[in-house]
């Protein structure tokens, strides 16, 4: 068993920044499945009444969770947009080192894009006024 | 000479004996995620979000219900089988390997369980 041939190891391949991409796709991943543990717990809140929501929104109002906030929405936009190259290459489409490179540059730049909208979208959903 | 059809050859191939349907599932709950996510997202930041009795009253609507309960299974299932490939990608100990699998798997599906039995009450209350 030990003397399997072995595949080389990334460490043979020059670094090209569609490396850092792929890996930080599961790592999004990941993360966006914690933020789905949270978002379960947040609906449980909600359904078990004012006030249990009213504790969860104020627990999401701590510094932390807002810095947790931002990372969880940066990761799952990441992971939606990256997803989606991911799903255009499935097809076998856009597989060219230069087309990858330009979808990676894409999938970036639409990610902070994103990121920047629904952080702004969600400050402003936050600061309604609520009329009792 | 074998005497097993060629399907029965090819059907479920692969070290866990199930063939292309984990990759497969993957791909159809990604698209599946989509227009969910989508949905829900946008959904959720035209609401005032600290006004209990809008989020609770938009999250109680019949069809509001049915798609974040899809949106809930859907996003567990993804959630499950791409965590599963990261643990056994990169978690080399049998044991170590063995307790995260298990813990996702029981972190997912009572996730699922509780977004899903939460979607119902705000249906039904």
């Known amino acids: 068993m030990d003397q399997r041939p072995l595949s080389p190891h990334l460490g043979v391949y020059k670094f090209t920044y569609t490396m850092s991409l792929s890996i930080l ?5 990941v993360a ?11 609906l449980m809140a909600l359904a078990s009444g004012p006030e249990a929501y009213a504790a969860a929104m104020h627990c999401l109002s701590s510094p932390l969770a807002k810095l947790l906030l931002v990372g969880f929405t940066f990761s799952f936009v990441y992971h939606f947009c990256n997803g989606i190259r991911h799903l255009v290459w499935d097809t076998g489409r856009g597989l060219e080192r230069a087309q990858a490179r330009r979808s ?7 990610s902070l894009l994103l990121t920047a909208l629904v952080v702004w979208l969600g400050c402003t959903a936050l600061t309604v ?4 | 000479m074998s005497l097993r059809t060629p399907l029965g050859k090819v059907l479920g191939r692969g070290s866990a004996g199930e063939g292309t349907s984990h990759w497969w599932v993957q791909r159809v709950t990604a698209i599946a995620l989509i227009p969910l996510t989508l949905w829900f997202a946008v959904s959720i930041l035209g609401l005032p979000l600290n006004s209990y009795e809008a989020v609770s009253g938009w999250l109680g609507e019949p069809w509001v219900a049915v798609f974040t ?7 567990a299932w993804h959630s499950w089988l791409g965590v599963q490939v990261v643990i056994e ?6 044991a170590a390997k063995t307790f995260l699998l298990l813990f996702s798997t029981f972190v997912h599906f009572a ?3 509780a977004a899903v039995f939460a979607a119902m009450i705000l249906a039904v209350s």
């Open chain 1, 25 to 29: 796709h599961r790592i999004t991943g």
């Open chain 1, 32 to 42: 966006t499945s914690i933020a789905f543990v949270a978002f379960a717990w947040w």
């Open chain 1, 104 to 110: 990676g540059l894409a999938v970036i730049v639409a």
């Open chain 1, 129 to 132: 006024p609520v009329t009792p």
């Open chain 2, 69 to 75: 309960i899809l949106l809930a299974i859907t996003l």
């Open chain 2, 89 to 94: 990608d990169y978690v080399h100990g049998k």
């Open chain 2, 111 to 113: 996730g699922a369980v």
